[in-house]
């Protein structure tokens, strides 16, 4: 049964959700946090960090983790193959009509009406996921806004990596690479080093 349910859950998430990776933060949050509960909220948060410092797409690296806490090597495999599968299905079909389609007036109309759709998903996304790392007691689910844990190391981490993404160094932006280590090896000497001092 679980098995099933992690592959009903990541087709529906691969099916219904536009715009890549970062666009289907929010639904896996609900159906695999809030809805099943398969993952806690600070999981998630890790496996998202997790997923961006690997290989391969973010969407199915996230899949791959949940469906291995769930159930080992097969849950693994349902879930990849439940958030792939309708992609691959739909890549088919628009590979064949694209170019036939592609100059369409409501063709266009409808993709300028997804990117607004997009950047509003990865936004929303994007402060959730800042938010619940900086003030972890803070629940939007709940609307409890309790601002007394607040993580001034993740905060410190944030506003860097933040910064340097920003900077340009000889004309050119830090790989994305560069600082999602940077801000590993920042959670080491916080998280790590730093509180064996206090």
Partial sequence: MILLQLFLTFLKIGLFTIGGGYAMIPMMRD?????????????FVNFIGIA????????????????????????????TFGVVFPSFLIILVIAKLFVKFSENKIVKSVFWGFKPVVAGLITSAAFTLTVSAIFPNISFETL????????????VIFAIIFV????????????PFVLIFGSAALGVVFFGVVPQFL
């Fill in 31 to 43: 159906e695999i946090v809030l809805n099943y509960a398969w993952i806690t909220e600070e999981q």
């Fill in 52 to 79: 961006e410092s690997t290989p391969g797409p973010f969407a199915i690296n996230i899949a791959t983790f949940v469906g291995y806490s769930q159930y080992g090597v097969l849950g693994a495999f349902c879930s």
């Fill in 144 to 155: 409890t806004f309790d601002f007394s844990g607040f993580e001034i190391f993740s905060f």
């Fill in 164 to 175: 340097l993404s920003m900077i340009k160094f000889k004309g050119k932006k830090l790989h």
